[in-house]
């Protein structure tokens, strides 16, 4: 302003000594229209300040980058408190209170307002005032993937205006301020963020802010106020939990830890009768007298202060008591010292309930019932408690740690919502997925697999057509055979003509592969159309008809399994630290080679599009060890071990040893130790196991008429 | 003007200009506020914006702390009664927990007698369904007292004013029950509500009160959260019992369907819920999308026929839905007048996973069962964006999808007493005592009916989830000998032998001898040394053990149980349960290898004397044999291991009819548990080895040389089989060798060597 001034002055100054030469009156016209533009310009700024940020021309140029939480450049903005607001819908659903419509990108994307204060136009109030927590929920959601700049493609709006804490805000200013919101449109889409509702004397267990249709991620629902399917029930944060850890190797003394400090006196009382019988298992701390939020100390008044929250860490489960409030920080403090939560809150929805079995991570007790908390927990196993003392560290660890992962989940829930396909199911948010050895089974159907409908018998073969032949011919006359696809794998030359190979009653097809890959062997070729797979080596002929029969028998009773005849097992050599392939005949087996193996199709599937590490490209390159990756893979999914069929072990001819012995240099044999050390690596533990059985027919060996007999020609090696 | 005054002007004006253009919008931000000061000295410290600002509690939680401290007087509890009434019911406002401490029992109240016109008490097939499940299950007592939940008798399914199984005044019939008291702990079945034209859902035509409302078709405005249980809507020949099992007999991947999405059924033009239907054509194309309507339906069908009708009658007729639902990967489920429809369940049996087009409706038992991973979402709104939905799905999603249909079906959904026992247990796992199942129970096989929680707390200690857990069953076993006859006891009798056989194997942890014959005990100093192992006799004769209450431990007329071997004594406290008849002769090595077997199969019998069961066409009746077969689907607990859990499944969750049967007939005890089992797990057992004989022959007073005894065996399967619902047994064709067993090596290089020497 001051600036504008000299100027002016300047120009008045220079107006009294021109009127010299045309030339210079030629540049001082110039000069003079330069300045009517500048204060043209100016008096365009001026007015700019001075109007509302969107149609001014500095913040239609800022509008495109994204939103800068600044805090030293809020703007104000005035709200008439007279408008009109409504309150809260409380009939909202997910199926009419949101405006679908809006959703209808690839994702869920968030539009942010900018940060703004809100002032009463008469009193010159402010609505709210930020705090440190609400920022880094903005902050959390500015730098998450759903954060969008452009509101016309935002699903839901996050508006600015910090409603975290009803009780220091005019709750009547707050409302005409979310109304005065750009894109307010009753509130459809709009996401609220807040911890403490209610107020003295209600209580309210949501925010008393009108909110209109606008989705709350509340901090204290309880069942009435919570709509189902619409809001989200959040944590209520705690600031004294920053940067505070839990000793893994806490000594948990205690049963029962009690330290919150605002539990309503009759169930205290309650408490303290119960800490009187059960002292040695009861800590029952209060306030101490300096009302220091981060102590604790004794009701008694004789023992010293203790840390909070870190002083929960001493008991193996802490109680989180009825207050004024559904929702306490409490909850996560105990969450963050993984002391296992007892909540004795009736009908308070606890954070992010949806999604989350908290059955598994608390123990829910009564209000009315509280006196007998300590029988309660007497009688929970001691592998429940620690069990639950995971659940609760991993709980923390993936939704709790801090507001950043909080806010993001909360936007989760709400997307599983809007996007139920890309929804995780319940199992995939409890489950404990640091835990290397806890699996999904995918073909969990409790059921046999149907007899009718065969096996195809998938051939992998490269040149040797004599002995390929031999073996279609064998396999064509086994009754479960559906059918048998030939994959040539020889670059060099193409298959011998379909009419060359033997006449069967079955279908034959044959795929020319296009690289010489072992992992041809598992592809899921279209033209497997049964569940079962016999992979079975071009030179195995000496399986017999009974035999393979039987296989496919023993695979329906267990299809999830690799069922097969060559079995191998796996050492562990104290010697050299590692593990060793053995090809001996032991009394236990821990893979199937896949030479002569029947597996559900499913597997093939995994193995061509979900195998772990580079095991898949390495199997390829070195042309070795796609069987041990087939059993690695198999075990890792189900933990199950391979089942060997019948006490066949030789396959190729009657004086061969073994598959393995002849053809075996050392070499071979070492590289295939190499395989399960450097599979056992990708997949950080040794997944195979061990058994000492094998399947027989049932009348195996039993003096029993042949005719009455199944399964006659099983071989003896 | 001077040039240099001019140039400078210029310059200045420039510089302005720029500045303004630049950086004018900070001049934008209203001036004197206090917070920026402190934000800007804090700002070079380098610090967190956000540690700049205060915290969200501010110092709201002292001020709770000194308000809660200085006024602990009365004022604050009496102003803040924490729990007012609302309208909506919930368990702590509207349940009595005190009737359900000790056990969770149901009444049912008698039939209405007859009204002064002498007609009979109207009651639909499906109702009458209803009370017949739980009067032949373990929650009915006959004494209103001791009931936690009260069950009416006047029917209550159907409450379309419209509807022939519309049962009237019925107000004035509630009001006349002995204990209504406004509904409180009162269940009341309804599958259908309101009436042309609104079919509002509320409308149940009388007032329920504080009563739990297990309701099909219930919207998410309507349930009363965590009180109501929403159930699915089944149909008028729904079974009691058993019934079909799921459709899915093969579990291709990819599963190629003919179709990718179909669906057949009525549409209703107008009124309300017309919309969605009506509009299905949009998403017909004939080829792997089937989605064909009538109108045709209703008297009146040609008046309100819209312009579409005769071309979709036309559609209609090309398709059968049976096919369509077994041909289809999707079926949709959309709404009809009312939310639900029978298309659920109807695509869930068959497999074809369900796309809900119903907003807002509550699926059956949502609370518990996580339908993500068995059906899939469609909005109405969105209707047309259904094809893209199915199509998207991967190939592995829609095998997980598939399977689960199956595993729901079979576990909650295939009979009218699944149903009912599945509402019974979500409000069961609400009372305070109950412990509460997880969501990886609930959603897995075998299902919250048959995982009881009162086992155990975790599922280390059941067998199902173990392999999942990446768990193993916890060692050793305990070996219980079931002395039936006693014999005479010589120092070379059977069972001496047999505890000597047992003490020598590796993996035994105790020993348990349940004393059941007439003979008094033997000396203490008669029993084999045992060493180590602890030996106890149990005396299950005359005098009952209080122990493992339940009514199979009660005996009429003196004589205990047969089930009685097969109480969840405190003793075994090991996984693994070896159960022994007293006559068994087996080997050590017999026993370590039958335990290893076990140890991967944990959730199976796995024991020597197999048996098989079989359909005899002449007698149209189910066989029992115990020759010489090529299959087996029995392996009888005369020596065979099992999991503890079974246990106490088969005292504590059997009918009581099944269990008074065993009791009657002194016998087929160990073939009711093979039913448990099988039906349990779906899976047949799994014998070990060659041996076939099992039993001392030499001990001659056996009941098993009885011929009567069994043909009691064939009648008692018979039986089972009928309250069962359907038959659980499983065949086996193959049975678990040692891996080098009569293998032509040295036999210094086996392991089991004194199998090899035992015939068959």
Partial sequence: MTKIKNLLSFVTQSRGISHTNPREQILNCLTYGLLVIVALCAGFLLWDLSSSPRDGFFHGKRDSHTLILDLEHIQEVAVNAEAEQRARNVNCTFWDCLNIYKCEHDRLKVYIYPLQEFVDEQSDKTATTL??????????????????????????????????????????????????????????????????????????TVLDVN???????????????????????????SPRLVRQHAHATAQRKFLLVVAQLNILPRFLRTLKEVSL??????????????????????????????????????????????????????????MSQHCIPVIAVDNYVLPFEDVIDWSLA?????????????????????????????????????????????????????????????????????????????????????????????????????????????????????PSLQSILVIWNNQKKSPPHLSTFPSISKPLKIRQTKENKLSNRFYPYPEIETEAILTIDDDIIMLTTDELDFGYEVWREFPDHIVGFPSRIHVWENVTMRWHYESEWTNQISMVLTGAAFHHKYWSHMYTHAMPGDIKEWVDEHMNCEDIAMNFLVANITNNPPIKVTPRKKFK????????????DLNHMRERSACIDRFSKIYGRMPLRTVEFRADPVLFRDNFPDKLKRYNDIGSL | MQAKKRYILVFVSCAFLAYAYFGGYRLKVSPLRPRRAQHESAKDGGVQPHEQLPSFLGSHDQQELKLLQSNQSKSLESSKQLVPRKPDCRMETCFDFTRCYDRFLVYIYPPEPLNSLGAAPPTSANYQKILTAIQESRYYTSDPTAACLFVLGIDTLDRDSLSEDYVRNVPSRLARLPYWNNGRNHIIFNLYSGTWPDYAENSLGFDAGEAILAKASMGVLQLRHGFDVSIPLFHKQFPLRAGATGSVQSNNFPANKKYLLAFKGKRYVHGIGSETRNSLFHLHNGRDMVLVTTCRHGKSWRELQDNRCDEDNREYDRYDYETLLQNSTFCLVPRGRRLGSFRFLEALQAGCIPVLLSNAWVLPFESKIDWKQAAIWADERLLLQVPDIVRSIPAERIFALRQQTQVLWERYFGSIEKIVFTTFEIIRERLPDYPVRSSLVWNSSPGALLTLPTFADSSRYMPFLLNSMGAEPRHNYTAVIYVQIGGALGPNAALYKLVRTITKSQFVER???????????PLKKRWPPTSHIPLHVISLGGSTRSQGAGPTSQTTEGRPSISQRFLPYEEIQTDAVLSLDEDAILNTDELDFAYTVWRDFPERIVGYPARA????????????????????????????????????????????????????????????????????????????????????????????????????????????????????????????????????????????????????
């Avoid at chain 1, 459809?188 to 209580?203: C, D, K, Q």
């Fill in chain 1, 653 to 664: 001819c009657p004086e061969c040893t073994n598959t393995e012995m002849l053809s075996a």
């Fill in chain 2, 613 to 760: 069961h079989f359909w005899d066409d002449s007698k149209n009746a189910w066989g029992y044999t115990s020759k010489w077969t090529n299959y087996y689907s029995i392996v009888l607990t005369g020596a065979a291991f099992y999991h503890r859990y079974y246990n106490y499944l088969y005292t504590n969750w059997l009918s009581l009819l099944l269990l008074k049967t065993v009791q009657q007939s002194s016998n087929c005890e160990d073939i009711l548990m093979n039913l448990l089992v099988s039906h349990v797990t779906r899976k047949p057992p799994i014998k070990v080895t060659q041996r076939k004989g099992y039993k001392d022959r030499e001990t001659g007073r056996s009941p098993w040389n009885d011929p009567d005894h069994f043909i009691q065996r064939q009648s008692c399967l018979n039986t089972f089989a009928a309250v069962f619902g359907y038959m659980p047994l499983i065949r086996s064709n193959l049975r678990m060798d040692p891996m080098l067993y009569r293998d032509p090596v040295s036999n210094l290089r086996k392991k089991y060597r004194q199998i090899e020497l035992v015939g068959s």
């Fill in chain 1, 277 to 334: 019988a059960n002292s040695e298992q009861l800590l029952l701390l209060g306030a101490c007298e300096s009302l220091d939020l981060t102590m604790r100390c004794p009701l008694s008044q004789h023992h010293k202060s203790l840390e909070y929250p870190r002083l929960l860490s001493r008991g193996k489960f802490c109680l989180l008591g009825r207050s004024l409030r559904m929702g306490q920080p409490d909850l996560v403090e105990i």
């Fill in chain 2, 511 to 521: 020993i348990l001898v349940l004393w059941a014959a007439d003979r008094p005990l």
């Fill in chain 1, 362 to 478: 608390s123990i829910r007790i009564r209000e009315n019932e509280l006196h007998s908390v300590m029988q309660k927990l007497k009688a929970i196993s001691s592998v429940k408690i620690v069990e639950m003392q995971k659940q609760v560290q991993w709980l923390f660890s993936k939704y709790f740690k801090d507001l950043k992962t909080v806010t993001l989940t909360a936007l989760e829930v709400l997307e599983s919502r809007i996007f139920p396909l890309r929804a995780r199911s319940s199992r995939q948010w409890n489950t404990i997925d640091t835990n290397a050895r806890s699996t999904f089974n995918p073909l969990f159907l409790p059921s046999l697999a149907p007899k009718s409908q065969g096996f195809t018998a998938v051939i992998l073969t490269y040149d040797r057509v004599e002995s390929l032949f031999l073996l279609i011919q064998k396999l064509a006359v086994v």
């Fill in chain 1, 131 to 204: 705090s440190s927590e609400y920022f880094q929920i903005l902050e959390a959601v500015l730098k998450s993937r759903y954060y969008t700049s452009n509101p016309n493609e935002a699903c839901l709006f996050l508006p600015s205006l910090d409603l975290l804490n009803q009780n220091v805000f005019d709750k009547h200013l707050a409302g005409a301020a979310l109304a005065s919101l750009d894109f307010w449109d009753r509130g459809a889409n709009h996401i609220i963020f807040n911890m403490l509702p209610g107020g003295a004397p209600s209580y309210n």
């Fill in chain 1, 211 to 237: 909110t209109d249709n606008a989705i709350i991620f509340g901090g204290g629902f309880d069942s009435w106020s919570y709509r189902p399917g619409f809001d989200v029930a959040i944590p209520v944060w």
